[in-house]
């Protein structure tokens, strides 16, 4: 698709539930991000995926979170035993590999619109 | 280390008045500094970033920053307002000089533009 596509784009689920939340990145982009922003906040770093290296899992809040990428595309972020605090919009964004051919997107993250999650 | 401060939670203009984002980061290295809007239930859109070359850069909407090395940092502004620039704005900052991947993202800055 012409943009980073989120699914679901709202989900409400009962605490103890486990959801997951599932990213199409651009075509083509080799990195890939999560975030999550809550409520009033800012941007808060979940996981990193970059071709076919180790992600960087270091902004996980704990080990009821848990994401993967496969193929080198689609990646889903999985969150066990929701609690209420895990209330949020996760957002997924992709960036084009280095190089001169992407050198005028150099840095740039392209968002998609998110998938809000509430947790009852 | 990286981070990004926006000073404003908020920020009222009236329309047709200049706009001023505050921002200010630091990095340990070379930073990429970008600047994205939100728009009510929206993921975020790109505005405009700063790589390298001129300190004054111009992006989409009508929207430019300047970058000041001395004071790190990165104000958004835009000469004239308008309602429809109504949104929350991000500024964001990557370490490029260690190959840093991560954007780290200021808490944000709801604007207000009145008519």
């Known amino acids: 698709g012409a943009g980073v596509s989120q699914s679901p784009s709202n989900k409400v689920t009962e605490k103890g539930k486990d959801v997951e939340l599932r990213c199409d990145p651009i075509s083509g982009h080799t990195a890939l991000y999560w975030y999550r922003q809550s409520l009033g906040q800012g941007l808060e770093f979940l996981i990193y995926?970059?071709?076919?290296?180790?992600?960087?899992k270091s902004g996980l809040p704990s080990d009821r979170f848990s994401a993967e990428r496969t193929g080198g595309s689609v990646s889903t972020l999985t969150i066990q035993r929701t609690q209420q605090e895990d209330s949020a919009v996760y957002l997924c964004?992709?960036?084009?590999?280095?190089?001169?051919?992407?050198?005028?997107?150099?840095?740039?993250?392209?968002f998609g619109e998110g998938s809000r999650l509430t947790v009852l | 280390a990286q981070s990004v401060a926006q000073p404003e939670d908020q920020v009222n203009v009236a329309e047709g008045n200049p706009l001023t984002v505050k921002c200010t980061y630091s990095v340990s290295g070379n930073p990429y500094l970008f600047w994205y809007v939100q728009y009510p239930n929206r993921g975020l859109q790109f505005l405009l970033k700063?790589?390298?070359?001129?300190?004054l850069v111009k992006g989409s909407y009508g929207f430019e920053a300047e970058f000041n090395k001395s004071q790190t940092s990165f104000h958004l502004k835009k000469p004239s307002a308008l309602v429809s620039d109504s949104a929350l704005y991000f500024c964001a900052v990557r370490d490029m000089s260690w190959g840093d991947y991560k954007l780290s993202f200021g808490a944000g800055t709801t604007v207000t533009v009145r008519a």
């Open positions: 700063y790589i390298t070359g001129d300190n």
């Open positions: 964004a992709s960036s084009a590999p280095s190089g001169t051919s992407y050198s005028r997107y150099a840095g740039e993250l392209f």
């Open positions: 995926f970059q071709g076919n290296s180790a992600p960087d």
